[in-house]
């Protein structure tokens, strides 16, 4: 089938909207009252759809009409198609770089334990930008997912029509409750209870290798979720591994010590994008705000005790 015959078998598209109101409504009145048309302007646009198709599509009888089986088909199929349209110019909205959104995908434990807390400085800094933050990790499709950015831990393969920019590399070390360290621990990591995630099982093995560490665990214990491990060495639970900037405002708070310091995971944490940063003025805003607050990160510590 050529193309010249599949655009000739469409109905006039631009009849469709005046028949999904007549359709979901079973009246060709209150269509026209929904449009802002006249009762004729709705008959006169069905009439166009059903002659193109050479079907009839409402059943009309006593002022009354209802849909045929032809007619329900064509109002599931108009219904999808304006339904993404709707959709698609939104997202271009969105998008465009004069929106006052900018939708981010994060990782869920970056978003919640650094990110979020920062958000309000940068509303501040910028009122007319509001951040529509989406937690969600591993690799994006940003186009599907309705995304400008996505923030990630490089750690894998991301398609090359992306464009990705590093913010900063990570740090990682053993982390805990300073009065537990000191009391319960005698400063010994061998007598802590190792906490692990199941979403980076291999933690401690990459931070033993970088550090020269050989210390073994008292007892060891798991968390679903990589958040959960850092939250339970908050609460006194034992010993997590924890990465910069995960664990940077409970170190700049006291809540935790990082007593053997902190060492490079051979990550970086980096922000995708479909296009350079530069082309949009609102993605530009956030990633300079963001490099900024790495630089403060970095320069405020990369702890130990």
């Not at 900037?245 to 010590?257: E, F, H, K, Q, T």
Request: net charge negative; with cysteine; proline share 7%.
């Amino acid at each position: 089938m050529s193309n010249i015959h599949r655009k000739r078998s469409l109905p006039p598209l631009a009849a469709l909207p005046a028949f999904e109101a007549a359709a979901r409504h079973q009246s060709f009145s209150r269509a026209a009252e929904e449009l802002h048309l006249t009762h004729g302007a709705i008959s006169r646009a069905v009439a166009q759809i059903e002659e193109r198709l050479g079907v009839d599509l409402f059943v009309r009888r006593n002022r009354r009409v209802w849909l045929t089986p032809a007619g329900e088909r064509l109002l599931k199929a108009t219904v999808l198609v304006l339904d993404g349209l709707d959709s698609t110019v939104e997202e271009i909205h969105r998008h465009d770089g004069t929106s006052p959104i900018l939708s981010v995908s994060c990782e869920p434990s970056l978003a919640m334990r650094w990110l979020m807390p920062r958000l309000g400085a940068f509303r501040d800094a910028n009122p007319d930008l509001n951040i529509d933050l989406r937690p969600a990790g591993g690799p994006v499709d940003l186009l599907a997912e309705g995304c400008d950015v996505a923030i990630r831990r490089a750690d894998f393969g991301i398609a090359e029509d992306y464009d990705v920019t590093r913010l900063w590399p990570e740090f990682a070390g053993p982390v805990c409750d300073p009065q537990c360290w000191k009391t319960i621990l005698a400063c010994d990591l061998s007598n802590a209870r190792w906490l692990h995630s199941r979403t980076r099982p291999d933690a401690w093995e990459v931070w033993k290798r970088a550090s020269g560490c050989e210390a073994s665990p008292a007892s060891e214990q798991y968390f679903d979720h990589f958040f959960f491990a850092l939250q339970a060495a908050v609460n006194r639970l034992g010993t997590a591994i924890g990465p910069l900037p995960l664990v940077y405002d409970d170190l700049a708070a006291g809540r935790l010590i990082a007593p053997h310091g902190m060492a490079p995971t051979g990550y970086d944490y980096v922000l995708i994008t479909l296009d350079r940063p530069g082309r949009d003025p609102r993605i530009l805003r956030f990633f300079d705000w963001l490099m900024g607050e790495a630089k403060g990160m970095e320069d405020g510590m990369l702890p130990s005790v």
